[in-house]
């Protein structure tokens, strides 16, 4: 008899567990998932000179409010490297830029026609020179003139976003670019941090 109501206890006791669980709680809550590419370009300065920067970047996007994604960027124009700096004083050099990491963005009311996003690029930086013109197709490269020069990169930033059509958004902004660790030939961290100004175009599923 005793068996029989101890069993009934348990039985009883596990229903009763069993009715009152909760869903088991995480950091980050399940939801709408889609993901989105986006391609921009930047006007900022790299020495005081003028940079025409391209970028791209994507990745996985949650609950209509982050992006947790890659991108890399890199310069587009001629930026002459002083006489002083050059690695080959007899050739006219030019300075390589590009950056590649991390790329998170936070969006605020993204169902809103216009709204805001946070932005923040983390990664490896790059520089070099190069000879950008030359007419002789059989160029002899030197690796020790393309001066290797790595660091850290962390550029934060801010968009106002337009909802064009539910696949895609234009997001001017602007953006700080910060270097740590540059020990290139003329370019010291505080040649390469500067103000960002960026236009950009999303695609995919918001």
């Given amino acids: 008899m005793n068996k029989k109501l101890i069993l009934t206890l348990l039985i009883l006791l596990t229903a009763k567990i069993y009715s009152t669980a ?5 950091l980050f809550k399940t939801g709408r998932s889609g993901g989105y590419g ?3 370009n930047k006007f900022t300065t790299i020495r005081g000179d003028y940079a025409n920067m391209v970028e791209v970047y994507g990745g996985w996007y ?3 409010k982050f992006l947790l994604g890659l991108g890399g960027a890199a310069v587009t124009n001629n930026i002459p490297v002083p006489l002083e700096h050059s690695t080959v004083p007899t050739s006219d050099m030019s300075y390589i830029y590009s950056q590649f990491g ?7 009311g993204s169902n809103n ?16 020179q190069y ?10 490269f030197d690796r020790s003139d393309l001066d290797e020069n790595w660091f850290f990169v962390a550029e ?3 968009q106002v976003e337009l909802n064009i059509f539910k696949w895609m958004r234009f997001s001017p ?6 270097t740590v660790g540059s020990d290139g030939r003329g370019l010291t961290d505080r040649d390469l941090s500067d103000v960002s100004y960026n236009v950009t175009l999303k695609f995919g599923k918001f």
């Fill in 22 to 26: 909760q869903e088991i709680q995480t």
């Fill in 38 to 40: 986006a391609i921009s």
């Fill in 62 to 64: 949650t609950n209509s």
């Fill in 102 to 108: 991390l790329v998170t963005e936070y969006v605020v």
């Fill in 113 to 128: 026609v216009m709204h805001v996003v946070f932005h923040l690029f983390s990664g490896a930086g790059f520089t070099g």
């Fill in 131 to 140: 000879e950008r013109y030359h007419g002789d197709d059989d160029y002899d």
């Fill in 156 to 158: 934060p930033g801010v």
């Fill in 173 to 178: 902004g602007v953006s700080y670019r910060a």
